[in-house]
């Protein structure tokens, strides 16, 4: 598996990571508690952010890796 592949799973997997923390928000009835997934939520809206810019520079400093 190459490191794009990897980088581009990995992504993929703290999307659904976001998305489940966006549900178990919608779901609670405590308000601290959707603050902390919240918080939870913009940490990894960042994360995924900075992979993603990774992979684009990863992509254009390595053009084999483009659409992986």
């Known amino acids: 598996m190459t490191v794009a592949s990897q980088l581009k799973q990995t992504i993929a997997t703290l999307k659904g990571v976001e998305s ?32 993603e810019n990774r992979s684009k520079t990863l992509e254009f400093e390595e053009p084999q890796y483009k659409g992986y």
Do not use: C, G, H, M
């Open 20 to 51: 489940t923390l966006k549900v178990y928000r919608l779901q609670s009835q405590d308000e601290d508690t959707k603050s902390a997934y919240q918080e939870a939520i913009d940490t990894a809206n960042e994360v995924i952010n900075d992979l």
